[in-house]
T-cell receptor, first 114, second 108 residues
Framework: SQTIHQWPATLVQPVGSPLSLECTVE??????LYWYRQAAGRGLQLLFY??????ISSEVPQNLSASRPQDRQFILSSKKLLLSDSGFYLC?????????????FGEGSWLTVV | DAKTTQPNSMESNEEEPVHLPCNHS???????IHWYRQLPSQGPEYVIH???SNVNNRMASLAIAEDRKSSTLILHRATLRDAAVYYC?????????FGAGTTVTVRA
């Protein structure tokens, strides 16, 4: 069966510090990968998605970047965090190809920028 | 992506059915109707999806109007664990755009 892991689960970072959130998917090959963010009291916002190694699409301009160094690994990064980067970050995956496929989410990472 | 409209909130009693409506009058022929739910402090969870016909699974049923401009998610017997935000989403590619959803409260 397929599983998705993301870490760390929680972190508190000072403004201006770097960020790295990692996500890996197991039990499948060539998945579509996603990073979503949910700010406090707000809806889920798609930040990045990837359909293959090295292929990253950004949905919104921001202080963050994403990379996919391996087929089942997706990394969310920032060089300098802002207070507005605080939120609940979710990695997700779906089966490559076709449309209307189900997206499966990880358990999320809580980021507080202080 | 075509837009969906859901009520902000709904209340239900435990062990009673819950009918969650979703309007999507601008749906296109290739749009799938997906439902996800998000429990507090967790990532969204897939509930059900369909294209044209009604669908049933172990979690819920999805009733799709004949003209596909609306749909209803049916939880047959609500439990306290069904308290969550329920999202109705249209998609015809590999991305999901979440709206505000419907917050479901279940009373014991």
């Amino acid at each position: 069966s397929q599983t998705i892991h993301q870490w760390p689960a929680t972190l508190v970072q000072p403004v201006g510090s770097p960020l790295s959130l990692e996500c890996t998917v197991e039990g499948t090959s060539n998945p579509n990968l996603y990073w979503y963010r949910q700010a406090a009291g707000r809806g889920l916002q798609l930040l990045f998605y990837s359909v293959g190694i090295g292929q990253i699409s950004s949905e919104v301009p921001q202080n963050l970047s994403a990379s996919r160094p391996q087929d089942r690994q997706f990394i969310l990064s920032s060089k300098k965090l802002l207070l507005s980067d605080s939120g609940f970050y979710l990695c997700a995956w779906s089966v490559r190809g076709g449309w209307g496929n189900t997206i499966y989410f990880g358990e999320g990472s809580w980021l507080t920028v202080v | 992506d075509a837009k969906t409209t859901q009520p902000n909130s709904m209340e239900s009693n435990e062990e009673e059915p819950v009918h969650l409506p979703c309007n999507h009058s601008t749906i296109s022929g290739t749009d799938y109707i997906h439902w996800y739910r998000q429990l507090p402090s967790q990532g969204p969870e897939y509930v059900i999806h369909g294209l044209t016909s009604n669908v049933n699974n172990r979690m819920a049923s999805l009733a799709i109007a004949e003209d596909r401009k609306s749909s209803t998610l049916i939880l047959h017997r609500a439990t306290l664990r069904d308290a969550a935000v329920y999202y109705c989403i249209l998609t015809n590619d590999y991305k999901l755009s979440f709206g505000a959803g419907t917050t479901v409260t279940v009373r014991a």
